[in-house]
């Protein structure tokens, strides 16, 4: 079945230690996001891809970055991780197209972090 | 700006009575509207989307959903619920022509036996 992994499920790492998260799909979706999980939240959009064009939200810290080398594979990368970005972190995919947008968002099993 | 309300944090219901989360949201033009469900450790998955035609929207699992504009509304429901259903309900509108999504704070469903 075509879907969004997410690896690992479970990542701990130390304070200040990077840390890297992966996600891969087989949607061959040209929208890929990054999520961030903290408990009985909503989930809150860091960032996304439209195909190779990086949309940073204005509220995500700088210590949280991203690549997405192909159409397949996303990564996200925290530089120094603290106490505060112990979290599920999720990826996402969507096929949009020129006036075509908004479609629905096909989530990943997420990678829940902790921070030691 | 676009805006999604849950009003309800946390619902309790009894296996096989009928359930309807509610679901209020703020935006200009017409909307497009998700429904997701989110078991414990595992991402959303998607539920029922409304984007135009048909205001009442039949889902997976059993939910069904019902666009009421004059309400700004998307309501969703279930005749009888299962004990499988226990989980997060997240309503979400589309942001316009950004491809972003704008989540509600969510809905805690449990289900008594």
């Known amino acids: 079945d075509a879907m969004v992994i997410q690896n690992p499920r479970y990542q701990v790492t130390q304070f200040g230690k990077p840390v890297t998260l992966s996600c891969s799909q087989t949607?061959?979706?040209?929208?890929m996001y990054w999520y961030q999980q903290k408990s009985s939240q909503a989930p809150k959009l860091l960032f996304h891809?439209?195909?190779?064009?990086?949309?940073n939200e204005a509220d995500t810290p700088d210590n949280f970055q991203s690549r997405r080398p192909n159409t397949s594979f996303c990564f996200l990368d925290i530089r120094s991780p603290g106490l505060g970005d112990a979290a599920m972190y999720l990826c996402?995919?969507?096929?949009?197209?020129?006036?075509?947008?908004?479609?629905?968002?096909?989530f990943g099993d997420g990678t829940r972090l902790s921070i030691l | 700006a676009q805006s999604v309300t849950q009003p309800d944090i946390h619902i309790t219901v009894s296996e096989g009575a009928s359930l309807e989360l509610r679901c209020n949201y703020s935006?200009?033009?017409?909307?497009?509207l998700f429904w997701y469900v989110q078991s414990p450790g595992q991402g959303l998955q998607l539920l029922l989307k409304?984007?135009?035609?048909?205001?009442l929207v039949q889902g997976i699992k059993g939910f069904e959903a019902e666009f009421k504009r004059s309400q700004s509304s998307f309501n969703l429901r279930k005749p009888s619920v299962h004990w499988s259903d226990a989980a997060e309900y997240f309503c979400?509108?589309?942001?316009?022509?950004?491809?972003?999504?704008?989540f509600g704070t969510g809905t805690r469903l449990q289900v008594f036996p």
């Open positions: 891809y439209y195909d190779k064009d990086f949309n």
């Open positions: 979400a509108v589309g942001a316009g022509n950004t491809d972003k999504l704008i």
């Open positions: 996402a995919t969507s096929r949009a197209r020129e006036g075509i947008r908004n479609q629905p968002q096909h």
């Open positions: 409304y984007f135009s035609g048909d205001t």
């Open positions: 935006y200009g033009a017409t909307p497009y």
């Open positions: 949607l061959n979706h040209n929208v």
